[in-house]
């Protein structure tokens, strides 16, 4: 088992940055996939980015492409998600979430996630 605590999140003014954290404790961090979704109001959760285990591999959503990079650190246990350019349909909860084998950017497929944190975009 794998707990997850995001961290990072707040109010912060379209054009500008954010890097938000995903802190995790139990398990063999080093093993486990990780992704970010994000969820706004009356929307369903969506697929921004995953990493590998070894932090070799990324991918992002298309929504998010050129402007957020995903990275991790496993000496730390902890995984990144540094936000540049970020707009106001950015606006979300941002949820990192883990799992075993290859990262996916399916929802259904991870069976460990934090409890979120709150991005607001302003305009």
């Known amino acids: 088992q794998v707990q997850l605590v995001e961290s990072g999140g707040g109010l912060v003014q379209a054009g500008g940055s954010l890097r938000l954290s995903c802190t995790a404790s139990?398990?063999?961090?080093?093993?486990?996939?990780v992704a970010w979704f994000r969820q706004a109001p009356g929307k369903e959760r969506g697929f921004v980015a995953h990493?590998?285990?070894?932090?070799?591999?990324?991918y992002y959503g298309d929504s998010v492409k050129g402007r957020v990079t995903i990275s991790r650190d496993n000496a730390k246990n902890m995984v990144f998600l540094q936000m540049n350019s970020v707009k106001v349909e950015d606006t979300a909860v941002y949820y990192c979430?883990?799992?075993?084998?290859?990262?996916?950017?399916?929802?259904?497929?991870?069976?460990?996630w934090g409890q979120g944190t709150q991005v607001t975009v302003s305009s």
């Open positions: 979430a883990a799992r075993s084998g290859w990262a996916t950017g399916r929802v259904a497929e991870y069976n460990f």
């Open positions: 139990g398990g063999t961090f080093r093993t486990y996939a």
């Open positions: 990493i590998s285990s070894s932090g070799r591999f990324t």
